[in-house]
């Protein structure tokens, strides 16, 4: 599967890469797969910039953007930082953020890791939810 996370107990993140083509088949059994991650941190950081093509339609981001918002209803105060590689998958991850808009999930697209990180590190302390 060219998806991939890990979960870095210690640090409070998850971290997801891409590698290769991501199929739409793939994004689906990704967000099933952290939806029914136990304890999942509420920091998390998906780095589509490294070799990542995502060529799916706009119906695809809707219905993962719904799957993983279902969730969302737990995790109040969440971070969850996109980078993006290109202007494509920008746009991409754009329109993710904006059927996402309404959760309990704060997002924000990047076109830099260190400042996606930088973003994400600027957080409150574990348990407090602003």
């Known amino acids: 599967m060219p998806l991939h996370f890990r979960i870095d107990r210690e640090a409070e993140i998850v971290w997801t890469w891409a590698e290769g083509t991501v199929t739409a088949d793939d994004l689906v059994e990704h967000a099933r797969a952290l939806t029914k991650t136990p304890d999942r941190p509420r920091w998390e950081l ?60 704060e997002i924000c697209v990047f076109r830099d890791r260190e400042e996606a990180l930088r973003w994400l590190a600027d957080r409150p302390p574990a348990g407090d939810v602003r």
């Open 46 to 105: 998906a780095d589509f910039s490294d070799r990542a093509e995502i060529p799916v339609a706009t119906e695809t981001v809707r219905a993962v953007a719904g799957l993983l918002s279902r969730e969302d209803v737990n995790r109040p105060g969440s971070r969850l930082a996109l980078v993006a590689g290109n202007e494509a998958m920008f746009g991409m991850l754009r329109l993710f953020e904006a059927y996402r808009e309404h959760s309990n999930v």
